[in-house]
């Protein structure tokens, strides 16, 4: 059966640092495309890192850059986000979805994924 469960979320001070976790089922990450992208109520969601099936290719939102880092472990099904230097702004329900033969550019930018999971919120605040 197809899952996706992404946990880790929870609360942060800013300028601190989490990490999301999502796991896979039923899908090989050797296939798919894997993004993390957030919403914020009322607003619409957002790509907020992808990295490609081969784990070569990775993408960031301009906002994320140089403090969020996306990784991998194949052996695991798992793919992380790394989250530092938190911000209020970062705040969200993030979620994790994966897309097979789709770009991470596709993924991030068109939010083209054809699985997704439930979600972990993120709160940053002090």
């Known amino acids: 059966q197809l899952h996706l469960v992404e946990s880790g979320g929870g609360l942060v001070q800013p300028g601190g640092s989490l990490r999301l976790s999502c796991t896979l089922s039923g899908l090989n990450l050797n296939y798919n495309t894997i993004g993390w992208f957030r919403q914020v109520p009322g607003k619409e969601r957002e790509g907020v890192s992808c990295?490609?099936?081969?784990?070569?290719?990775?993408v960031y939102a301009d906002s994320v850059k140089g403090r969020f880092t996306i990784s991998r472990d194949v052996a695991k099904n798992m793919v992380y986000l790394q989250m530092n230097s938190a911000k209020p702004e970062d705040t969200a329900v993030y979620y994790c979805?994966?897309?097979?033969?789709?770009?991470?550019?596709?993924?991030?930018?068109?939010?083209?994924?054809?699985?997704w999971g439930q979600g972990t919120q993120v709160n940053v605040s002090s």
């Open positions: 990295i490609s099936s081969s784990g070569s290719s990775t």
């Open positions: 979805g994966a897309g097979e033969g789709i770009s991470v550019h596709r993924m991030c930018n068109l939010l083209h994924a054809q699985y």
